[in-house]
T-cell receptor, first 108, second 117 residues
Framework: KNEVEQSPQNLTAQEGEFITINCSYS?????LHWLQQHPGGGIVSLFM???GKKKHGRLIATINIQEKHSSLHITASHPRDSAVYIC??????????FGAGTRLTVKP | DSGVTQTPKHLITATGQRVTLRCSPR?????VYWYQQSLDQGLQFLIQ???????AKGNILERFSAQQFPDLHSELNLSSLELGDSALYFC????????????????FGPGTRLTVL
């Protein structure tokens, strides 16, 4: 069954803190996407990865294929990082499944 | 601005009606994906088209259909609408065909908010 589990569901942090959001999936995938959804509803793609690690500014995404697990890290968090973060797994049968999302609030 | 456009922005209609949502991908992108986001079910993948052909199918109901035209814009048709179809409908585009060895970054449109009364 193609399932995606994401944790935590909600996360509150103080500005400057290091943040980690986790995502696990059930079977073989071709890629894992990390998305950011702003309060207004717009969705932005942060990363697409199939192995290893990617970095963009203060954001880092990693994936461990053997453990079927991916993490999104935010270093030196800022209030403007407040959003919902969603992981999505593209399975080898071309189906795509989404995690329930992590609502991040960063307080100044 | 992702370069993906969706119309209309908002749509209010009644149960039993039929509506068409339109998506124009980023210039040069061949893949169009459709997604539904509802409060109770989160984001769900509906269907993907690549260069005019259906490439992948997700949780799309039989009452829903889609197509991609020669100019690469796509339309999602929703018929016999029910209250539960009220949701945000996103399309996204990508340069690649998707799947093993062909997955690429997706660029999302602003969404169409459908309200069924």
């Amino acid at each position: 069954k193609n399932e995606v589990e994401q944790s935590p569901q909600n996360l509150t942090a103080q500005e400057g803190e290091f943040i980690t959001i986790n995502c696990s999936y059930s079977v073989g995938i071709s890629a894992l996407h990390w998305l950011q959804q702003h309060p207004g509803g717009g969705i932005v793609s942060l990363f697409m990865l199939s192995s290893g690690k990617k970095k963009h500014g203060r954001l880092i995404a990693t994936i461990n294929i053997q453990e079927k697990h991916s993490s999104l890290h935010i270093t030196a968090s800022h209030p403007r990082d407040s959003a919902v973060y969603i992981c999505a797994a593209r399975y080898n049968n071309n189906d795509m499944r989404f995690g329930a999302g992590t609502r991040l609030t960063v307080k100044p | 601005d992702s370069g993906v456009t969706q119309t209309p922005k908002h749509l209010i209609t009644a149960t039993g009606q039929r509506v068409t949502l339109r998506c124009s991908p980023r210039s040069g992108d061949l893949s169009v994906y459709w997604y539904q986001q509802s409060l109770d079910q989160g984001l769900q993948f509906l269907i993907q088209y690549y260069n005019g052909e259906e490439r992948a199918k997700g949780n799309i109901l039989e009452r829903f259909s889609a197509q991609q035209f020669p100019d690469l814009h796509s339309e999602l048709n929703l018929s016999s609408l029910e209250l539960g179809d009220s949701a945000l409908y996103f399309c996204a585009s990508s340069a690649t065909s998707g799947g093993p060895g062909g997955e690429g970054e997706q660029f999302f449109g602003p969404g169409t908010r459908l309200t069924v009364l």
